[in-house]
């Protein structure tokens, strides 16, 4: 098994249509199934994995670690990844995002550590499948590390496409493409405007306050459920203002989960994008901040940036592949 290369591998950040907080197992393990639909855009997380020319480990993220031992990596999900893969030094493992790492609600974290473990497979000589990528990183994220959240973005960016999961209270998870033909996914891209708030959100304490209070909002998340197992049909049509309907549903019905979800700027900015022409409007992630998802007619899109000055619009078109890896080094 060689480990004299260099291996850049990248996996796709995601925007989520509907569902988002039934994929939490808390939810679908006692009152499942779950379902979310999800597509992954062009932006990406990049990691790029290394011999080292010592058997120290170099890991460089926001900040820069140089340690002796895996133990010592402060990095939480680098360290795990290592211990899991049975890696224990004479590495350097570099990060790289087209969008702000953390709080935006694309997905960074988990999609950071799918690309990180798919270049660690491929470091070792290894194909690993989309399943079982998905399964490591929610082995790492929700069981070895504990940290609450759902698995939508685990699987959402090992698989990549505009898919449809299903979480059962057995722990199988389907995941299932969205037929769409090239001009439906076209005119999706053109109603679709994506704007960042200029504010992030830590996810964690907002999943907890979720996880205590699934009890009291069962029907919030049965109807969220439905809501996503009816869209791959509306998306399947081209029908746009069903498609903004069931987004304006969905994010009404998220707000109700837990505190911190939204907030009054928060909803200032949608009823602004509404009152401007878009036909549907949610925040991406668990809430908070980050990035609110439009859907609007194109000869809307410019009026509704006029209507939110302080909002920055990240223009992005859907991608139908997962992890990959771009850049091998020679011998």
């Known amino acids: 098994m060689k480990k004299n290369r260099m291996f850049m591998s990248r996996a796709p950040l995601r925007i989520t249509f509907a569902g988002g907080g039934t994929d939490l197992p808390d939810f679908f393990r006692r009152f499942g199934p779950g379902a979310c639909v999800s597509a992954t855009i062009n932006k990406y997380v990049y990691v790029v994995v290394n011999k080292k020319f010592d058997n120290k480990i170099r890991v460089s993220y926001s900040t820069t670690e140089i340690v002796d031992s895996v133990d010592e990596i402060k990095h939480p999900t680098i360290r795990e990844s290592l211990r899991l893969l049975d890696i224990d030094g004479g590495i350097e493992i570099v990060s790289i995002s087209d969008i702000p790492s953390s709080g935006t609600?694309?997905?960074?974290?988990?999609?950071f550590l799918v690309a990180l473990l798919n270049a660690l497979h491929a470091y070792r000589g290894e194909y690993i499948s989309s399943n079982q990528l998905a399964k490591e990183a929610v082995k790492i994220e929700r069981e070895i590390l504990r940290e609450p959240g759902g698995l939508q973005d685990q699987y959402i960016a090992a698989y990549g496409g505009l898919r449809i999961m299903k979480f059962f209270p057995d722990g199988n998870v389907a995941v299932n493409p969205i037929i769409s033909g090239r001009?439906?996914?076209?005119?999706?891209?053109?109603?679709?405007?994506?704007?960042?708030?200029?504010?992030?959100r830590p996810s964690s304490s907002i999943h907890l306050d979720q996880t205590a209070k699934i009890e009291n909002h069962l029907r919030e998340y049965q109807e969220m459920r439905d809501i996503a197992l009816d869209l791959p049909?509306?998306?399947s049509s081209g029908d746009m203002k069903s498609l903004g309907r069931a987004v304006d549903q969905n994010w009404e019905l998220k707000t109700k989960l837990a505190d911190g979800i939204t907030l009054p700027w928060i909803d200032s900015i949608i009823r602004k994008g509404i009152k401007a022409g878009a036909v549907g409007a949610k925040l991406i992630g668990a809430g908070g901040g980050g990035f609110v998802l439009f859907v609007a007619p194109k000869e809307n899109?410019?009026?509704?940036?006029?209507?939110l000055p302080q909002l920055r619009r990240e223009r992005f078109s859907l991608r139908f592949s997962g992890p990959e890896i771009i850049f091998v080094g020679d011998d």
């Open 301 to 307: 899109q410019r009026e509704i940036e006029k209507a």
């Open 233 to 235: 049909e509306i998306i």
């Open 183 to 200: 001009d439906q996914i076209k005119d999706l891209e053109e109603n679709l405007m994506l704007m960042y708030t200029g504010k992030t």
């Open 105 to 111: 609600g694309l997905g960074s974290s988990s999609t």
